[in-house]
């Protein structure tokens, strides 16, 4: 199983995957590389592997990315050796990634995939929640907003939809989906009697 988690800028999914990530050990996250640099308070290797434009191309011309998009005028890619390691490690890897790679990864992995569409709870939410955070100026608001209102057309090539009007409540819902997961058939390698 892997699990994608897609969310516009302001859906709270920074905060819904730490709170599920401790919920059950055997979610992993799934470590992107990025050429944007990095954010205080970040690490490299833990929020992401920071590199720059050439090691980055270079990592493209290996394919050693699963897929790779641009955001934000910068390059974040998924590492096909990330995701084996903890697919060896029996790990369940938790992607959080944006639509252009969450289509791909759809694409490519179907069934095996969870995808998961994070929603804010109301428009007038999302701007209010951006508003707030005081570190964007009134341009970069209505730049992620715009983005937001093209992330949600792709929301219906996710399996599932999460509407995040409370953390907590979301995070359940969340848990039960992986719940459901585990149980189907097809996620058993033989029957459990034999
Ligand atoms: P941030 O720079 O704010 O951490 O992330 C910006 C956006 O890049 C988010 O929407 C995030 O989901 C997306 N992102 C992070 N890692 C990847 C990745 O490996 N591939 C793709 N396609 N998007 C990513």
Not at 38 to 66: C, I, K, P, T
Not at 90 to 115: E, F, T
Request: aromatic share 8%; hydrophobic share 40%; glycine share 6%.
């Amino acid at each position: 199983m892997i699990v994608l988690i897609t969310g516009p800028s302001g859906s709270g999914k920074t905060s819904f995957i730490g709170s599920l990530m401790e919920s059950n050990p055997r979610l992993a996250f799934s470590v992107s590389t990025t050429t944007r640099p990095m954010r205080e308070g970040e690490a490299n290797g833990v929020d992401y592997d920071f590199v720059d434009q050439s090691v980055f191309d270079e990592l493209v011309a290996d394919d050693a990315f699963v897929e790779w998009a641009v955001v934000h005028n910068n390059c974040y890619g998924t590492r096909r050796s990330r995701l084996d390691e903890m697919a060896a490690a029996g790990q369940i890897p938790v992607l959080d990634i944006d639509v252009q790679g969450g289509v791909n990864v759809i694409d490519i992995y179907q069934d095996d995939l969870v995808s998961v569409f994070l929603f804010p709870p109301s428009w007038e939410e999302l701007e209010r929640r951006l508003r707030s955070r005081d570190t964007d100026t009134s341009a970069v608001i209505d730049g992620r907003l715009a983005t937001a209102r093209q992330e949600v057309g792709f929301a219906p090539k996710y399996r599932y939809w999460i509407v995040n009007d409370d953390l907590e409540a979301a995070v359940n819902r969340m848990k039960a989906v992986i719940t459901a997961e585990d149980c189907r058939r097809e996620s058993f390698l033989r029957s459990p009697l034999v």
